[in-house]
Nanobody, 123 residues
Framework: VQLQASGGGLVQPGSSLRLSCAAS????????IGWFRQAPGKKREGVSC????????YYADSVKGRFTISRDNAKNTLYLQMNSLEPEDTAVYYC?????????????????WGQGTQVTVSS
């Protein structure tokens, strides 16, 4: 199983980025999938996920209204569209598959992880 994350970069506040996570060795449609992030000196936090159980989508309060998670089953790829980026969004972003994403909550662990992509928001 491989999850290949890409799309990070250095952007100014207010900008947008789209992260991608290409999966191989598993079908993303069969698993709850999502994005985590970890900023320097901080704990890893769940950002957003799509549930394979009840098909709900979860967003952390800090990104609601700015980030959009989506999946392209034909490409077996997960996306995270990030708009109105803030310096507080600076972190390494990880895609993950087979995590707990249910009833509007997102668990902290996952069985499969991508390698991470750095997002830096700075003027």
């Amino acid at each position: 199983v491989q999850l290949q994350a890409s799309g990070g970069g250095l952007v100014q506040p207010g900008s947008s980025l789209r992260l991608s996570c290409a999966a191989s060795g598993l079908s993303l449609d069969d698993y709850s999938i999502g994005w985590f992030r970890q900023a320097p000196g901080k704990k890893r936090e769940g950002v957003s996920c799509i549930s394979s159980v009840d098909r709900t989508i979860y967003y952390a309060d800090s990104v609601k209204g700015r980030f959009t998670i989506s999946r392209d089953n034909a490409k077996n790829t997960l996306y995270l569209q990030m708009n109105s980026l803030e310096p507080e969004d600076t972190a390494v972003y990880y895609c993950a598959a087979d995590l707990i994403c249910l009833l509007g909550t997102m668990g902290p662990y996952s069985d499969y992880w991508g390698q991470g992509t750095q997002v830096t928001v700075s003027s």
